[in-house]
């Protein structure tokens, strides 16, 4: 059986013939990731549909798969789909977690569950390769790195869920991180078939970090993104236009993100009555502001965050684009 890519982002997979299928190899450790994130390889996606106008719009039959960056407005976003499923009726989201990812696609390459309408969660990518007889999308919502890294640090401080702990430095906790969105586009996946003809799915996750460290071919990876990530989202949204963000949705798939979800907005904080909001909130933002001031100047945490600077760069221009084609200022 010949080596092939079983998909570009995520998934290398080896089996023997199953319903008429067969799947691809395990690549060796040695083999380059490039080519197992080559996007011509893809099996089921829906490209950008504002750039290449091939579908006609709303994609309403289509599964969407929503891949959440932390603190970029994500939070709200599964919030809405939950709350999309129930008022229209369709099966309720699965979640696609870096715990979780295995265990799904395992389902789904063993029948034990049918597709889902909705995806969601930080390890989404690669999930519409596992699903069969309807067409499967992309979408993402993106922020400014620094200001993501910035909002993810304080969120933590504040006694939110986050993962690595915050108990050192703003400038430790994001060198800690560096490009959370690069890493996303390329984790790994592996699936094999067992003796008795069904699939086990590896439940550790491999990602550019463990595979590649020379620079040239990291640069070489992220290239190949930044040429090909309109073909990879069916949408783009921008955490600081949340609410065109969701009428671009709502446009793209006919689901009511924007009629049904504008006023929700997550892990923003509360205050108790009488507080001074907008002073609060204007001391928020002179720190936030200061914070991501020292982050800039920094030149190790320059580095670390290259890779989600020139994705976010790339990505941002995907979302003006969309909005000029649909008229909106």
């Not at 999309?84 to 870096?98: D, R, S």
């Not at 395992?106 to 889902?116: A, D, G, I, V």
Request: proline share 5%; net charge neutral; aromatic share 10%.
């Amino acid at each position: 059986m010949g080596q092939q890519a079983a998909h570009v982002l995520t998934d290398s997979i080896r089996s023997r013939p199953r319903d008429g299928r067969t799947l691809p190899d395990v690549p060796t450790p040695v083999e380059s990731l490039t080519e197992n994130l080559r996007v011509d390889k893809l099996r089921n996606f829906v490209p950008n549909v504002f750039l290449y106008p091939l579908h006609a719009l709303p994609l309403k039959s289509t599964i969407v798969s929503f891949l959440h960056n932390p603190k970029s407005g994500g939070t709200s976003v599964k919030d809405c789909m939950l709350s999309l499923g129930k008022a229209m009726n369709k099966n309720e989201p699965v979640v696609v977690a870096t715990s979780t990812v295995a265990e799904v696609r395992e389902n789904l390459l063993n029948h034990m569950t049918s597709p889902s309408d909705y995806y969601m969660g930080d390890a989404v990518l690669g999930i519409c390769d596992y699903v069969e007889g309807r067409p499967c999308s992309y979408f993402t919502m993106v922020r400014e790195p620094y200001e993501r890294m910035v909002s993810h640090y304080y969120f933590c401080k504040g006694g939110g869920p986050s993962w690595p702990q915050c108990d050192n430095s703003l400038e430790e906790f994001a060198l800690s991180l560096c490009s959370v969105f690069f890493r996303q586009l390329t984790v790994r996946v592996f699936c094999a078939a067992t003796y008795n003809n069904t699939y086990q799915c590896e439940r550790k996750i491999s990602s550019i970090d463990h595979f590649q460290r020379d620079p040239a071919e990291r640069a070489a990876i992220l290239n190949y993104f930044l040429e090909n990530l309109d073909k990879i989202f069916t949408v783009i949204g921008l955490t600081k236009e949340f609410e065109t963000s969701l009428k671009i949705f709502e446009k793209t798939y006919g689901d009511p993100f924007h009629t049904v979800c504008n006023e929700m907005h997550s892990n923003s904080g509360s205050y108790e009555n009488g507080t001074d909001i907008e002073a609060i909130r204007g001391d928020k933002r002179r720190i936030n502001m200061e914070a991501k001031d020292r982050l800039m100047k920094n030149q190790e945490i320059q580095q670390c965050l290259y890779e989600d600077v020139q994705l976010y760069s790339k990505l941002y221009d995907i979302y003006q684009t969309q909005k000029r084609v649909m008229n909106i200022q």
